[in-house]
């Protein structure tokens, strides 16, 4: 099943990578996107990877910051975040998309994976 991974407590101006991996149905045709939710506040958008990995849309908040990566011989993509910040402490969770390219909008993805726990302490 779907599931994101590799969440944990850092400090301010530090780095976590996350992983999303399935371990029964491949992605690799699709998009996978990365998705945040703060206590209280509403799931947004942190960034996508299309099939190829030739497109990588970004949350204006996150860009120049994480990247999101793919391996799509191991099923997995990735997300690499430098330079945290206390406001980025979220339950991470990652989505499949229907389709090989999608962005921020959530009705593209079909496929929710559990979320990981990202906390950045100041």
């Known amino acids: 099943q779907l599931q994101a991974y590799g969440g944990g407590l850092v400090q301010a101006g530090g780095s976590l990578r996350l992983s999303c991996a399935d371990s029964r149905r491949t992605f690799s045709n699709n998009a996978v996107g990365w998705f945040r939710q703060a206590p209280g506040r509403e799931r947004e958008f942190v960034g996508s990877i299309s099939w190829r990995g030739d497109t990588t849309p970004y949350a204006d908040s996150v860009k120049g910051r994480f990247t999101v990566s793919r391996d799509n011989a191991k099923n997995t993509v990735y997300l690499q975040m430098n330079g945290l910040k206390p406001e980025d402490t979220a339950i991470y969770s990652c989505?499949?998309?229907?389709?090989?390219?999608?962005?921020?909008?959530?009705?593209?993805?079909?496929?929710w994976g559990q979320g990981t726990l990202v906390t950045v302490s100041s």
């Open positions: 989505a499949v998309a229907a389709r090989p390219y999608s962005g921020a909008d959530r009705s593209g993805y079909v496929r």
